[in-house]
Structure formats: structure tokens, C-alpha cells
């Protein structure tokens, strides 16, 4: 079991360009979740797949955010036109399916996304 | 507005003392969870619980969720400079999916 991996652990980018980040989640989870984080601050809620299928978006995910999970497995989300305010760590999140108290989220390292 | 509301945001104190950390909201959660994060770290989950007045011991952490299901505290006992970090809480506000809120965070410092 290698974890959630997350790539690239950096990302510096310009205003108005796309990014791409992507997570691997551990391999028999069908549960993907994306939070970001800001300094100082609490992981928020972003969305999440179960297997390939997204169920749920925060209304925090403005239109420039697409996420997606096509074969279940690894996940991406893309920043389109970044701004300054997407600056933050984008962390990734697997875990099985499962009653509230047996379902535990794996985070990855995130990505660090700076927009200049 | 912050759901969920942790304090002290910030604390230093000296290695052996005992310390406690609050989480609380006004809302009603089905599940609340404490995580422990490094710089450049993702968080890493400490305990769920899910039973009003449920109570959770990690060896000298113990966590508390209240009867309510709307606040919950971490207590260390005999705290050490390894228990140095930020501790989060997170609450689930539904069944189904870990759509969790998260506190702000409470920096801890042990010095030696």
C-alpha cells in the first residue's frame, strides 16, 4: 500500500493560465474526494467520485474547476484561468465506501499551487 | 462563518503538562473526526466518533464527542515534544460521504 500520491507536490503558474494537477488513490478504494486548503486554514470540501461517477460539487467550485475520475481509479482537477485566489494546497483523499465510523479518509501530500 | 469552531488556535506549552483542545459548533454532526497534520503534509485521521458522550482514548490523547453530537474536545495528557503539530476536527454533517467541515486548526508547540 504506496498511500494517495499527488503530482506535482509544486505548481507555480502565471494568472490566467491552466493548470492540471493529478492523485492516485490507494487502489481499492472507490471513494475520491478533493479538498483545498488555504494558510491558516481548515481543508474545505471541494467534491468527490464514487468510482467514476461525481456526486457532489461544493458550491465553492466555480465553473473555471472540472474534476473528473474516468475509469474509477486516479482522479485530476483542472483550474482553468487560474487567479491569485486559487492559491492554496489541493488535496487529494481516497477511502472505501462504509458506515460513518468505519469509512476513514487516506490524504495525499497535496499540491501546492501558487498563482502569481 | 466557521461551522466548526476549535480553540485555543494557538498553544505553546511545556513538555509533561496536560492540555485540552475544544471543537465546538451549533450544529448537530453525525460523525466528528480529529486529524494531526504536518508542514507540507496531508491530515492524518486520529479518531471518529459517532455516539453522543462517545469517549476515545489513543494512548495519552482523549477524545470526547459531546451528548449533543455538536462539540467535541482532545485532551493530551503528559504532552511530549513529538505531540507537537496541528490537530483538526472535522465534522460530517451527513450520512453517506466523508463531505467533511473543517475547523481552522489548533497549532500546538511542546518545547523540551
Known amino acids: 500500500d504506496t498511500g494517495v500520491s499527488q503530482d506535482p507536490r509544486h505548481k507555480i503558474t502565471k494568472r490566467g493560465q491552466n493548470v492540471t494537477f493529478r492523485c492516485d488513490p490507494i487502489?481499492?478504494?472507490?471513494?475520491l474526494y478533493w479538498y483545498r486548503q488555504t494558510l491558516g486554514q481548515g481543508p474545505e470540501f471541494l467534491t468527490y467520485f464514487q468510482n467514476e461517477a461525481q456526486l457532489e460539487k461544493s458550491r465553492l467550485l466555480s465553473d473555471r474547476f472540472s474534476a473528473e475520475r474516468p475509469k474509477g481509479s486516479f482522479s485530476t482537477l483542472e483550474i482553468q484561468r487560474t487567479e491569485q485566489g486559487d492559491s492554496a494546497m489541493y488535496l487529494c483523499?481516497?477511502?472505501?465506501?462504509?458506515?460513518?465510523?468505519?469509512?476513514?479518509?487516506?490524504f495525499g501530500s497535496g499540491t501546492q499551487l501558487s498563482v502569481l | 462563518t466557521q461551522l466548526l469552531e476549535q480553540s485555543p488556535q494557538f498553544l505553546s506549552i511545556q513538555e509533561g503538562e496536560n492540555l485540552t483542545v475544544y471543537c465546538n459548533s451549533s450544529?448537530?454532526?453525525?460523525?466528528l473526526q480529529w486529524y494531526r497534520q504536518e508542514p507540507g503534509e496531508g491530515p492524518v485521521l486520529l479518531v471518529t466518533?459517532?455516539?453522543?458522550?462517545e469517549v476515545k482514548k489513543l494512548k495519552r490523547l482523549t477524545f470526547q464527542f459531546g451528548d449533543a453530537r455538536k462539540d467535541s474536545s482532545l485532551h493530551i495528557t503528559a504532552a511530549q515534544p513529538g505531540d507537537t503539530g496541528l490537530y483538526l476536527c472535522?465534522?460530517?454533517?451527513?450520512?453517506?460521504?466523508?463531505?467533511?467541515?473543517f475547523g481552522q486548526g489548533t497549532r500546538l508547540t511542546i518545547n523540551p
Open positions: 472535522a465534522g460530517a454533517r451527513i450520512q453517506g460521504a466523508q463531505k467533511l467541515v
Open positions: 487502489s481499492e478504494h472507490n471513494r
Open positions: 466518533v459517532v455516539t453522543g458522550g
Open positions: 483523499a481516497s477511502s472505501l465506501a462504509g458506515t460513518v465510523r468505519d469509512e476513514k479518509l487516506f
Open positions: 450544529s448537530v454532526f453525525s460523525s
